[in-house]
T-cell receptor, first 111, second 115 residues
Framework: AQTVTQSQPEMSVQEAETVTLSCTYD???????LFWYKQPPSRQMILVIR??????QNATENRFSVNFQKAAKSFSLKISDSQLGDTAMYFC????????FGAGTRLTVKP | KAGVTQTPRYLIKTRGQQVTLSCSPI?????VSWYQQTPGQGLQFLFE???????NKGNFPGRFSGRQFSNSRSEMNVSTLELGDSALYLC??????????????FGPGTRLTVT
């Protein structure tokens, strides 16, 4: 079965601090792609960062970076210098043939 | 470039009725995927269309169907609506088929309420 698990339903962080969201997944495939999506209160899904499973180097996009551990099937998201606009639901997802999402982590950035 | 558009944005239907939702992908995108989002089940994949052909289908009953037109616009239809079909239905488009490494761009969703 291809599943994604986000073990933290809710998290909060103070503005300007760093927070890490956890994600584990299960697949028997060797080639796949991993994503973090953000869904703010507007409900618009926005791609935050993506990672190719065959690349060992962790992806980075400005304040967002991932820690990809393929053997452990772990794909955590680190947000540095958190901003109020980062408040949203964050979904971990991966694609083999179709996209599978985790249950999401609700992140609140406090002023 | 215009983003993914979905119509209508909000819809209220009665049990037993049917509904059709529409999705217009980003210009040039040939793949359209549909997802159902509910508080209880989260985000679940419904189906994907690529070049007018259903390429992949999630684990949903046959009441859920879709199609894609030659201009890549897609519609999904739900027949004999049930209360449990109340959800946010998201459409996403991408340049190529989903199995490739290509970003999916999501629309704003259609909020369906079944009473």
């Amino acid at each position: 079965a291809q599943t994604v698990t986000q073990s933290q339903p809710e998290m909060s962080v103070q503005e300007a601090e760093t927070v890490t969201l956890s994600c584990t997944y299960d697949t028997s495939e060797n080639n796949y792609y991993l994503f973090w999506y953000k869904q703010p209160p507007s409900r618009q899904m926005i791609l935050v960062i993506r990672q190719e499973a065959y690349k060992q180097q962790n992806a980075t996009e400005n304040r967002f970076s991932v820690n990809f551990q393929k053997a452990a099937k772990s794909f955590s998201l680190k947000i540095s210098d958190s901003q109020l606009g980062d408040t949203a639901m964050y979904f971990c997802a991966f694609i083999v043939n179709d996209m599978r999402f985790g249950a999401g982590t609700r992140l609140t950035v406090k002023p | 470039k215009a983003g993914v558009t979905q119509t209508p944005r909000y819809l209220i239907k009665t049990r037993g009725q049917q509904v059709t939702l529409s999705c217009s992908p980003i210009s040039g995108h040939r793949s359209v995927s549909w997802y159902q989002q509910t508080p209880g089940q989260g985000l679940q994949f419904l189906f994907e269309y690529f070049s007018e052909t259903q390429r992949n289908k999630g684990n949903f009953p046959g009441r859920f169907s879709g199609r894609q037109f030659s201009n890549s616009r897609s519609e999904m239809n739900v027949s004999t609506l049930e209360l449990g079909d109340s959800a946010l239905y998201l459409c996403a488009s991408s340049l190529r088929a989903t199995s490739g490494f290509n970003e999916q761009y999501f629309g704003p969703g259609t909020r369906l309420t079944v009473t």
